[in-house]
């Protein structure tokens, strides 16, 4: 049986503190849509990472603005989330940093 919450919210998952490097600009578009959405960077960053594994979808490098910074952040990755990121790094041979990037990416430009 599905209830309203499985919709919407995440299920308990152990969590595990990794530092990931963020370009500048995702962070600051990540930042913006704290202001419009009940979560934190954090939690936006595991629902994009998600969205990436269940779909699978534009796996890509994505062409990075000239002069793009890249600055790391700690951050709670699911535990869950984190074996499947592992497991697509070596089907497409992408390091996690970047599949949080493109993961971030392709959410915002969805």
Not at 5 to 21: A, S
Request: proline share 1%; no cysteine; hydrophobic share 40%.
């Amino acid at each position: 049986m599905m209830m309203a919450f499985d919709k919407y919210l995440l299920k308990k998952d152990n969590l595990l503190k990794r530092r990931i490097e963020i370009d500048s600009s995702l962070y600051q578009e990540l930042a913006k849509l704290t202001d419009i959405y009940d979560a934190s960077i954090n939690k936006l960053v595991n629902i994009a990472i998600i969205d990436l594994i269940e779909n699978e979808k534009n796996i890509k490098i994505y062409e990075r603005p000239e002069n793009e910074i890249s600055e790391s952040h700690n951050f709670a990755i699911r535990a869950s989330s984190y074996a499947k990121m592992e497991k697509l790094r070596d089907k497409y041979g992408l390091s996690i940093y970047k599949l949080t990037n493109i993961a971030i990416y392709n959410a915002l430009n969805d």
